[in-house]
């Protein structure tokens, strides 16, 4: 009787933590990313360099475009160096979700 209650309770915690991590991981990657990918040029804030052409990813132009244009630009974007169109997809997803954090 006592191994079920345990295997449960394991059980339970397992299917937690499955729920729980990609949306914890999710968000903190996106966070991370921009900074170390993105930020030296659009800014922390991501307002972007208006001297320096850069532009803006939370201006209104920038909030009404979809995801998927978002990820596009990363990608072909003729500005970005190699190591940003190159990110891998999960990481770009990852970056477009906190852009859209910011924007609100
Ligand atoms: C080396 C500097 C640099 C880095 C690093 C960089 N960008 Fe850019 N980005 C630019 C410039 C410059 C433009 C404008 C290009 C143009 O007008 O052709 C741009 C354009 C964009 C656009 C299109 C905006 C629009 O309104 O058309 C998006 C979206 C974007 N960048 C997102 C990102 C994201 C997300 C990252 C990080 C993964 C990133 N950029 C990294 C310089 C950079």
Redesign the pocket.
């Known amino acids: 009787m006592k191994t079920t209650k345990l295997v449960m309770l394991v059980m339970t915690i397992a299917v937690a933590l499955f729920i729980l991590i990609p949306n914890l991981s999710w968000a903190e990657d996106g966070a991370a990313?921009?900074k170390t990918?993105?930020a030296?040029?659009?800014g922390a804030d991501a307002a972007g360099k208006p001297a320096?052409?850069?532009?803006?990813?939370v201006?209104e132009?920038?909030k009404k475009?979809s995801d998927a244009?978002?990820t596009k630009?990363?990608v072909e974007?003729?500005?970005?160096?190699g190591?940003?169109k190159s990110?891998p997809a999960g990481d770009?997803k990852a970056?477009?979700t906190y852009?859209r954090g910011l924007q609100k």
């Open positions: 990313l921009y990918k993105c030296a040029c659009h320096a052409k850069i532009p803006s990813l201006s132009d920038a475009k244009d978002l630009a990363v974007t003729a500005k970005h160096p190591t940003v990110l770009t970056i477009v852009v």
